[in-house]
């Protein structure tokens, strides 16, 4: 019987994140700029390029984005939270233009994620980023599935290596789609066959009737 040691968790929906998935534990190590709007007393360690025991309010630097989420209060600022560059005016306006031409993975391989948590903090940007983040994916998602119709039995490398992960779990989804499709085309789709402990079960019973 084949067992796999590990099954794979999908992660979150939109804003939402799933502890238990692989992808969202690695979007939430993803890197945000911040501005601290407090003193920060005996942290001054975080800091890389200041030698000081504390972390001065005002204070620019990076933080991952669990821990920006976990410092983050609307009531009582302690830290504000920067677009990343992929997110503002000018890549937003590329997006727009042309969704297609854009390498995704080199960008940031969780975009659409990452985007997604982005709408967390409070900014006067964030209906603009959520519908760049709908019109982007609606733009890409008629090309990436039929490419993942069109390339049976080929390499698909290159064709993968510019999508953000979203797009490589639905490109993936099509091939797996488009293999059970041919493979039943051609009979060679997988038989019904028993179970192992079926199996077993007659195995001992024969066992048990031998003299």
Same mark, same amino acid.
């Given at each position: 019987?084949?067992? *796999?040691?590990? /099954?794979?968790? *999908? %992660?979150?929906v939109g804003m939402e994140e799933n502890f238990? !998935? /692989?992808?969202?534990?690695? /979007?939430?190590?993803? #890197?945000? %700029?911040?501005?601290?709007?407090? !003193?920060? %007393? #005996?942290?001054?360690?975080?800091e890389k390029s200041s030698d000081t025991q504390d972390i001065a309010e005002g204070t620019k630097m990076e933080l991952p984005l669990w821990l920006s989420k976990g410092l983050y209060e609307r009531k009582r600022r302690v830290v504000s939270v920067e677009l990343p560059k992929?997110? #503002? *005016?000018g890549w937003r306006t590329v997006f727009n233009a042309d969704p297609n031409v854009v390498d995704l993975h080199k960008m940031g %391989?969780?975009?659409?994620? /990452?985007? !997604? *948590?982005?709408?967390?903090?409070d900014s006067p940007e964030n209906p603009d980023i959520a519908q760049t983040l709908l019109q982007t994916f609606i733009g890409r998602f008629r090309r990436t599935m039929d490419s993942s119709q069109n390339a049976y039995n080929e390499d698909t490398s290159a064709l993968v290596e510019r999508l953000d992960c979203l797009e490589k779990g639905l490109f993936r989804s099509g091939q797996s789609g488009l293999n059970g499709f041919q493979s039943w085309e051609k009979g060679q789709a997988t038989q019904l066959t028993a179970s192992s402990l079926v199996l077993n079960y007659r195995k001992r019973k024969i066992t048990d009737v031998q003299p």
């Open positions: 019987m084949d067992t *796999q040691s590990y /099954l794979p968790v *999908q %992660p979150g238990l !998935s /692989l992808d969202d534990i690695l /979007l939430s190590h993803d #890197r945000l %700029p911040i501005r601290t709007e407090c !003193s920060f %007393p #005996r942290l001054g360690f975080l992929v997110y #503002r *005016q %391989p969780y975009y659409y994620s /990452l985007g !997604s *948590q982005m709408l967390h903090f």
